[in-house]
């Protein structure tokens, strides 16, 4: 008797993932340089295959333009749920501008934990595995299935990884709830606004700078333009939790000797968008800021627009408590539901009718020099996550 009480404690001992294990994880996936572009790095996929499927996950890869993802598969009865991350980082930028360590070179100093990925999104990937590996060691539970998608791709808009590979996957597994690990703060984001681009090219006539009465200089198009448009109203979402629509001027070009007037100038716009706006809408709203400003379309301006992503909203109610309760748990705080930010994978699975919630540390250096986590932020969010997939496989 003594014997076996002390083989299952042994045992549960062995398939519990310490903090240590967690941090370990995390640490080696940052010194593997993942930066996107090219982000068709093989090394931190098979570093977590290898680690995963000695830790008795199903795993398997699938590369999509040479962008190699992850899947580890620990699969059950109900319910199905994906869990969904991405190994590639945004490029560090100058090296030098790196003051605490190399981007590539993991240190943790005062309980932080530095380098690119520290924050976007390394520790949540290796707070996904602590809980996973968790979860697959207790088999006794009869737990449901459970999926961790390692994504290629996310930074540069997911065409090689989450945008063909999720549906595949949904397909295969039939989720009944998704969780995305990008930072969010430890608050519950239950939507994401979507991403549309756009070009305005505005016409002239191009003359001496010395006879600007000869000419149409566009520049002075473009510079009306852009104060319309800074000042664009769009109309706001019904949903009062849901954040407001925005839109930037994030480039301008004219011109290239400084004595002549050019034909043509052109800016670029990032409009975020909630689920109440369209490809047309957004058509609507930015021809009528720029015929208030005083221009024609097509005579003094063409208007090109691109819709890089849905926007998605998560309304299932037991859903979003369940996982607030699981944050609330750990930290002692209720977290706020929010959707603000940039995009995430998320949408892939949102748009196929999956509820998506997203839980993540802090947010504050993302994509930014020195990234940092707290190391404590770490071992919360490992255990969040246990809480969440307890709850979804053992209802009470
Ligand atoms: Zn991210």
Redesign the pocket.
């Known amino acids: 008797m003594t014997g076996m009480l002390s083989f299952a404690l042994a045992n549960a001992m062995m398939n519990r993932m310490t903090d240590d294990a967690v941090l370990k994880i995390a640490q080696e996936l940052i010194a593997i340089d993942t930066t996107n572009p090219p982000g068709t790095q093989p090394q931190a996929v098979e570093y977590l295959s290898r680690f995963l499927a000695g830790h008795g996950m199903t795993c398997w890869t699938e590369t999509v333009s040479g962008a190699p993802s992850l899947f580890a598969a620990m699969e059950g009865n109900e319910p199905a749920v994906c869990w969904i991350?991405?190994w590639d980082?945004v490029p560090p930028g100058p090296p030098e501008s790196w003051t605490v360590t190399a981007p590539f070179t993991p240190l943790i100093r005062d309980g932080m934990l530095y380098g690119r990925g520290a924050c976007?999104?390394k520790t949540?990937i290796a707070a996904a595995i602590g809980a996973a590996v968790e979860l697959a060691a207790h088999t006794r539970r009869r737990p449901g299935t459970l999926v961790l998608a390692i994504l290629a791709d996310?930074?540069n808009g997911g065409r090689r990884g989450g945008a063909p590979l999720l549906q595949n996957l949904h397909r295969r597994f039939r989720f009944d709830y998704g969780l995305v690990g990008?930072?969010t703060g430890f608050d519950l984001k239950i939507g994401r606004r979507g991403a549309c681009w756009g070009r305005i090219h505005f016409k002239g006539i191009q003359a001496h700078g010395a006879r600007p009465e000869e000419g149409d200089n566009p520049i002075l198009k473009l510079a009306g333009a852009v104060t319309a448009l800074s000042r664009t109203t769009f109309t706001r979402d019904i949903r009062t939790d849901f954040a407001d629509p925005t839109l930037s001027v994030t480039t301008a070009h004219a011109g290239d000797k400084d004595n002549v007037i050019p034909n043509r100038a052109t800016i670029g716009i990032d409009i975020r968008t909630t689920p109440s706006q369209s490809l047309q809408s957004l058509q609507t709203d930015l021809h009528r800021t720029l015929r208030e400003a005083g221009l024609a379309r097509n005579t003094d301006y063409q208007l090109e627009l691109s819709w890089l992503a849905d926007p998605y909203y998560t309304v299932h109610e037991p859903y979003i408590r369940l996982c607030s309760e699981s944050i609330e748990s750990v930290t002692g705080r209720t977290p706020r539901k929010c959707v603000q930010g940039g995009t995430?994978d998320g949408r892939f699975l949102a748009s196929l009718g999956v509820p998506v919630l997203e839980i993540g540390l802090e947010n504050t250096t993302?994509h930014k020099v020195n990234e940092s986590c707290c190391v404590e932020s770490l071992f919360k969010l490992k255990r969040i996550y246990s809480a969440v997939f307890n709850r979804l496989f053992q209802p009470s």
């Open positions: 991350g991405h980082v976007d999104m949540g996310e930074e990008e930072p995430s993302l």
